[in-house]
């Protein structure tokens, strides 16, 4: 229906065109300009019309011819990628074969079950030590251990405290002295004994 519009208009024009030299003939013998100048008007405003119609048509044909030349330039863009792929695809196939691809994959995957047994292996260790680390913590010997020091430390203020013996003295109660000095001896022995 478009191509019988703009036909119809095109025929319109040609015979407005051709009217218009008619009238053009009959203005001159009959002394009146609007027979010349009505099939004139007619036929500049059927040419307004059509040209305005051979524009439209015209940028819609560049429009198509551009997107076409867009086209070919991406499908030639994706062919050169495409060819690009291809030859590193090759590339790649002739350095490693697939059995060699195959051989790694099947070790990287025994490496990883072997990591699995670890890491299931790891957790019995690490619970017992644990509970060796809170055994550890718990022991009686180690509340003996401050209880001994705290004994030494009492011990030793008390000795302080004492009043300085003259040499006379010390040699007058030398059981005294060495009594003390056995009580030391023998929680020094103690601490090293609980230390072990």
Do not use: C
């Amino acid at each position: 229906m478009t191509n019988d519009k703009h036909n119809w208009l095109f025929i319109a024009e040609s015979v407005a065109v051709a009217a218009s030299f008619v009238g053009v003939a009959i203005a001159v013998l009959s002394g009146q300009m609007i027979y010349g100048l009505a099939p004139l008007a007619i036929s500049l405003l059927l040419n307004l019309i059509n040209r305005r119609r051979v524009v439209r048509f015209l940028r819609h044909k560049i429009s198509d011819r551009t997107q076409i030349d867009n086209l070919s330039r991406d499908m030639q863009t994706l062919s050169t990628e495409l060819a690009q792929l291809k030859q590193h695809h090759s590339n790649l196939a002739n350095l490693v074969s697939r059995e060699e691809l195959s051989a790694v994959v099947s070790t990287v995957e025994a490496i990883n079950e072997q990591q699995k047994g670890l890491r299931r292996s790891l957790v019995p260790l690490q619970s017992k030590l644990d509970e060796l680390n809170q055994k550890f913590t718990q022991r009686p010997e180690l509340e003996q251990i401050e209880t001994l020091a705290g004994i030494i430390v009492a011990l030793k203020q008390t000795i302080d405290q004492l009043p300085q013996p003259e040499r006379t003295s010390v040699a007058l109660n030398p059981e005294r002295v060495e009594r003390l000095e056995r009580a030391i001896a023998q929680i020094q022995q103690e601490l090293e004994q609980l230390q072990q």
